[in-house]
């Protein structure tokens, strides 16, 4: 059926490290894709998003680039910083309607 | 403009009891949505709402929740007898065409 599967955490990096988050989907066609980030004490908030296959998604420093190939969308980050901490989700459109299919999350500890 | 508003932010009630959750959505979007994230796991749609009319409760895992949107304003999500898998953060977005706005989330323990 329609899934989102990202990697487990928690995940804990040092301050200036690399960031992969694993993301992977299952869908009929090319469904929009999402990143969403939870900042502690804090609502859902768009991080970046991908409408369709090859489109790279990117903001505060973070991408994600929409593999078909792959069905991924793996979110990337340079060089972390101690606010980074926070849950991030990937969430593909399931329909136009407008529904979300998320995945469990991954909890992000970035230590100085 | 203001956001999506969920209150209460926190409810700890007993087993068997009645909750009620609020959202009111951003003035103008007609689009209303509940989600729920249970302890570490993702978070699942419960169901959407366009205008007050019900267009897809897929979701809703059982005859104790109740949702209601009155007059295409604000919604309500009914737990009634509350149960302890019931305990979660509740999440309510709205939009207009694309684009949701999350509110910050009712966490519900249910003890």
């Known amino acids: 059926g329609d899934s989102v599967t990202q990697m487990e955490g928690p995940v804990t990096l040092s301050e200036e490290a690399f960031l992969t988050i694993n993301c992977t989907y299952t869908?009929?066609?090319?469904?929009?894709l999402f990143w969403y980030v939870q900042y502690p004490g804090e609502g859902l908030q768009l991080l970046l998003k991908?409408?369709?296959?090859?489109d790279k998604g990117s903001n505060k420093g973070f991408e994600a680039t929409y593999r078909k190939e792959t069905t991924s969308f793996h979110l990337e980050k340079g060089s972390v910083q101690v606010s980074d901490s926070a849950v991030y989700f990937c969430?593909?459109?399931?329909?136009?309607?407008?529904?979300?299919?998320f995945g469990q999350g991954t909890e992000l500890s970035v230590k100085p | 403009e203001a956001g999506v508003t969920q209150f209460p932010s926190h409810s700890v009630i007993e087993k068997g009891q009645t909750v009620t959750l609020r959202c009111d959505p951003i003035?103008?979007?007609?689009?209303l949505y509940w989600y729920r994230r249970v302890m570490g796991k993702e978070i699942k749609f419960l169901l959407h709402?366009?205008?007050?009319?019900?267009?897809?409760e897929s979701g809703m895992p059982n005859n104790r929740f109740l949702a209601e949107r009155t007059g295409g304003t604000y919604s309500t999500l009914k737990v009634q007898p509350a149960e302890l898998e019931d305990s979660g953060v509740y999440f309510c977005?709205?939009?207009?065409?694309?684009?949701?706005?999350f509110g910050s989330g009712t966490r519900l323990t249910v003890v």
């Open positions: 977005a709205s939009s207009q065409l694309y684009g949701y706005t």
């Open positions: 869908a009929t066609g090319y469904p929009s």
């Open positions: 991908a409408t369709k296959a090859d």
């Open positions: 969430a593909r459109l399931y329909n136009q309607g407008g529904k979300l299919i």
């Open positions: 003035s103008g979007h007609d689009n």
């Open positions: 709402f366009v205008k007050e009319s019900k267009q897809d």
